[in-house]
């Protein structure tokens, strides 16, 4: 596969992670509380999960999944109750884990946990593999070597991630570098919960894959 067909997988895998989403809106929540140092952990936690539900699509895990009704409902629901989990734990602690300064701001645990939030939540959602199951066999060239372009797929998707993971928590760090009043600072962060509470019930609701 040529230079042109990366770049238009590539150009393909980052204007779908551009879409807000859970993903996106941790590292967002993690940049805006607590600056975009700690965010670039979230960012490799988030590529992590993306480059592991690749592999799963290569390995014809997407198949399976798709396929049996229970397990694909099974996956779901447990990835949607995390997330209105988390929704829930942003909004309650909105007052407390928002920091305007660095005296002020509330211990928020090492590059693990970070890693850590990134990765479940991305992993949460099934419907990414059958997302890379679809579309990893557009890009495949017959005359090359499949393992090969396997994996260059699941690197460029790993960049992806990782890049845009980070673009958004930039920009929440850029929201907290305002210097906004605490207040509006909560607000922002509750309506990031809010919006993981309806990411959850949305995925939860969903009857198709």
């Known amino acids: 596969m040529d230079m042109h067909y990366w770049l238009v997988f ?4 980052l204007g779908v992670s551009l879409i807000p989403g859970p993903s996106t809106l941790i590292a967002f929540a993690h940049g805006a509380a607590h600056g975009w140092g700690h965010s ?27 396929s049996s ?20 734990r942003l ?11 660095a005296e002020t701001e509330a211990p928020g645990g090492g590059p693990q946990r970070f890693f850590a939030g990134g ?11 059958a997302f890379f199951t679809a579309l990893f066999p557009q890009f495949l060239s017959a005359d090359g070597n ?5 994996s260059t797929m699941v690197l460029l998707v790993g960049l992806g991630a990782f890049s845009v993971a980070l673009l958004y928590g930039c920009v929440g760090a850029w929201v907290r570098g305002l210097e906004l009043s605490r207040t509006v600072m909560a607000r922002v962060y509750k309506a990031t919960g809010g919006m993981f509470v309806a990411s959850g019930l949305g995925l ?3 009857r198709n894959v």
């Open 10 to 13: 590539l150009a393909t895998v």
């Open 40 to 66: 670039v952990f979230t960012a490799l936690g988030n590529s992590a999960a993306s480059m592991l539900q690749a592999v799963a699509a290569s390995a014809g895990l997407g198949i399976v999944i798709t």
């Open 69 to 88: 009704a229970m397990l694909f409902l099974s996956i779901k629901y447990v990835g949607a109750a995390y997330l209105v989990y988390v929704g829930i």
């Open 91 to 101: 909004w309650r602690s909105a007052a407390h884990r928002v920091a305007l300064d």
């Open 119 to 129: 990765f479940t939540v991305a992993i949460s959602n099934p419907k990414a593999i």
């Open 146 to 150: 499949s393992w090969a372009q396997f």
């Open 204 to 206: 939860a609701a969903s």
